[in-house]
């Protein structure tokens, strides 16, 4: 498992969303890139900081009953639902993994696949993959959600504790 020094990371302007982060070196699959950092705050606290904010930078720990508040470069690294990354938690720590080989000057991306938010919330996807769901939501997620819309689960309305 090789490494990558912060200094081969950059935060430059991105086709998907906003500003993205680029390898400027080459990084080999199974690499351990960056982990994700920031302060943690309960769920309830970050709903409260973020509650009227359209972007946030916040990552779930364990069973999401607490999050990492991004600040650094990983923080920047967009969604793609066909990510050259992927996210990996050792003892309540977040690392970005290269789950490919990736050549230098491309964007780091993983999959969020989210799966809490707001019901009116589609969280669309723009990452131009050519298996884009649409959507930054995970798969299980989306199955739910159009449950919820046709009534199959027997439930409507909004979630409870999501």
């Not at 990558?4 to 080459?26: E, M, Q, W």
């Not at 009116?120 to 298996?131: F, I, S, V």
Request: charged share 30%; glycine share 12%; aromatic share 8%.
């Amino acid at each position: 498992m090789g490494a990558v020094n912060a200094a081969d990371l950059l935060i430059r302007k991105s086709g998907i969303h906003g500003s993205g982060c680029y390898t400027t070196v080459p990084i080999a699959e199974g690499t351990h890139i960056v982990e994700y950092t920031g302060r943690r705050l309960s769920k309830e606290q970050a709903d409260e900081l973020y509650n009227e904010r359209a972007d946030t930078y916040l990552f779930c720990i364990g069973e999401g009953d607490y999050v990492i508040d991004g600040d650094s470069v990983a923080a920047f690294i967009n969604h793609c639902c066909e990510p050259n990354c992927e996210t990996d938690e050792f003892d309540e720590r977040i690392w970005i993994i290269a789950q490919r080989d990736i050549a230098a000057g491309e964007e780091l991306t993983y999959d969020y696949n989210l799966y809490d938010g707001d019901d009116d919330d589609e969280a669309p996807c723009r990452c131009g993959a050519r298996q884009c769901r649409g959507s930054m939501y995970g798969e299980e997620e989306l199955e739910r959600r159009a449950e919820d819309k046709t009534g199959k689960n027997g439930k409507r309305g909004n979630r409870s504790g999501g």
